[in-house]
């Protein structure tokens, strides 16, 4: 009887172990092991919950709100016609991008016209609790557009989004990592709610 004891010690705290270290193979393996001794299974840790967002149709009739963008609080509305985030040049300029070393090479329509604009990567865009890395977006020339606009760049990495009455609600996926980046390797195709 000692023996068994023993033995049942030494693979809990050979588990223990396995949890601490944090190997998710490892753990899935001492998860079996112990169901197998005691009968029974093991509870897994419930993934955290998708982040969400919910932004109110302002009486201008556009969704607008304040992002991060690589750290720095900054006006924008959702535009879904956009395939992409834009920024206004004075907005680049304000978060520390260098907007005099951009090459303005991409031809671009907006509500004011035609204008040019150049291609960046945005270190993090949050969006409330909603944090996307490495967000491909536009950044206009000077005085060209009043107002940033978060697009598809952004959107087409969520779980979904949609609007219903007057509120657009944005939904990430859930973290099944403990860490708050809902990026790409969780991904699944979007959903659209209308």
Known sequence: MTRILLVILLL???????????????????????????GRSIATPAAAPAPAVQIVRSQGGEFAFRAKINGVSAPMVIDTGATSVVLTWETAKAIGLPTDMLEYNVDLE??????????????????GKLVEKSVP???????????????MSFLDRLESWGVRSDTLSLTGYPDVTGSINTSARHRRPRTVVD
């Open 110 to 127: 907006t509500a004011g016209g035609h204008t040019k604009a150049a291609r960046l990567t945005l270190d993090r865009l949050a969006v």
């Open 12 to 38: 809990m705290a050979t588990a223990g172990a396995v949890v601490a270290y944090g190997d998710p193979d490892q753990i899935a393996l001492a998860r079996q092991n112990l169901t197998q001794i005691f």
């Open 137 to 151: 977006a536009l950044v206009v020339q000077r005085g060209q557009m009043k107002t940033n606009l978060l697009g």
